[in-house]
């Protein structure tokens, strides 16, 4: 079935330093990825959709320029989360459509992000 | 806009006992349904979708759900609860034509001995 990798699992970082997520499709071509944000204890808020050779689709209340979104191949999508604060502590998540499965969403194992 | 209700945060079932989880939708049109399930620290997997067909849908680790249009509905069963199947399983709703996916709040399911 569909594998998507999402790399780092966890990260520590200062605060006001950057950290890149990577999210992989491993054996089909994602055209359209999604970035998730769960914050403790509740559900995953959508916080983008990334396209292939095009700028991403933030949802509303999402800032663009804080979450950097980059969507360079057919198998990856990278987050960055610029002049990282403690209160971007959170899992994120990303997830990719393989339409040869029919509608189903597979996701990436997370990123554990923790600023301090 | 698209919506999912899970109305139980938490539940708490015996080992061998039969469960059900809610799930109630609003969508402005027919529904692609999901249910995942979230081990502690990890992602989510794919328990069973639904987008047409047979309303009653089988999923993997002997999971089922129910799509029951007239109730709005879309309640995942499982007749006997291992261990292991203590997760956070969340119902969502959309997806249509790569749209984007609405998830619930979530069920967090407690299996005792």
């Known amino acids: 079935g569909a594998v998507v990798s999402q790399h780092p699992s966890w990260v520590i970082c200062k605060s006001g330093t950057s950290v890149k997520i990577e999210c992989r499709s491993l054996?089909?071509?994602?055209?359209?990825m999604f970035w998730y944000r769960q914050f403790p204890k509740q559900s995953l808020m959508l916080m983008a959709t990334?396209?292939?050779?095009?700028?991403?689709?933030?949802e509303q209340g999402v800032e663009k320029d804080k979450f950097l979104i980059n969507h360079a191949s057919l198998t990856l999508s990278t987050l960055t989360v610029t002049s990282a604060h403690p209160e971007d502590s959170s899992f994120y998540i990303c997830?990719?459509?393989?339409?040869?499965?029919?509608?189903?969403?597979?996701f990436g194992s997370g990123t554990r992000l923790t600023v301090v | 806009a698209q919506s999912v209700t899970q109305p139980d945060i938490h539940i708490t079932v015996s080992e061998g006992a039969s469960l059900e989880l809610r799930c109630n939708y609003s969508y402005g049109a027919t529904p692609y349904l999901f249910w995942y399930v979230q081990s502690p620290g990890q992602g989510l997997q794919l328990l069973l979708k639904y987008f047409s067909g047979d309303t009653l849908v089988q999923g993997i680790k002997g999971f089922e759900a129910e799509f029951k249009r007239s109730q709005s509905s879309f309640n995942l069963r499982k007749p006997s609860v291992h261990w292991s199947d203590a997760a956070e399983y969340f119902c969502a709703v959309g997806g249509v034509r790569g749209q984007k996916v609405t998830f619930g709040i979530g069920t967090k399911l407690q299996v005792i001995p």
């Open positions: 997830s990719a459509r393989d339409f040869k499965e029919n509608y189903g969403y597979t």
């Open positions: 054996d089909f071509q994602a055209t359209t």
């Open positions: 990334s396209n292939e050779g095009s700028k991403a689709t933030y």
